[in-house]
């Protein structure tokens, strides 16, 4: 049974810093691009960042809203896929959810609709 689970979300201020796990059980994570993806109340579900498989280098693209702040990585030995978040905003606000890419292998683009196999969430709420 493949299930994602998202953890280390909870409070932070304004130029704080969280990490945000995200277990995977019942499929090798390593094997699939994997995305993070937020939804705050009344916007729509905003892509963040994406990480190819570990077969194909790797390799990350960001969304322009955290590009520069945001790091994702993932640790195939823990099955775990990771966002690093730092300098938080208010506006960095939301439930944040990780999934698998349709593309396999590849981050195919940040719209939720490339991804699936979405995990529960967890809420990040930065305000001071």
């Known amino acids: 049974q493949l299930q994602l689970v998202e953890s280390g979300g909870g409070l932070a201020q304004p130029g704080g810093s969280l990490r945000l796990s995200c277990a995977a059980s019942g499929f090798t994570l390593g094997d699939y691009a994997m995305g993070w993806f937020r939804q705050a109340p009344g916007k729509e579900r905003e892509g963040i960042a994406c990480i190819s498989s570990s077969g194909t280098g790797g390799s990350t693209n960001y969304g322009d809203s955290v590009a520069g702040r945001f790091t994702i990585s993932r640790d195939n030995a823990k099955n775990t896929v990771y966002l690093q978040m730092n300098a938080l905003e208010p506006e960095d606000t939301a439930v944040y959810y990780c999934?698998?890419?349709?593309?396999?292998?590849?981050?195919?683009?940040?719209?939720?609709?490339?991804?699936?196999?979405w995990g529960q969430g967890t809420q990040v709420t930065v305000s001071s």
């Open positions: 999934a698998v890419s349709r593309s396999y292998y590849y981050c195919s683009g940040l719209t939720q609709y490339d991804y699936h196999y």
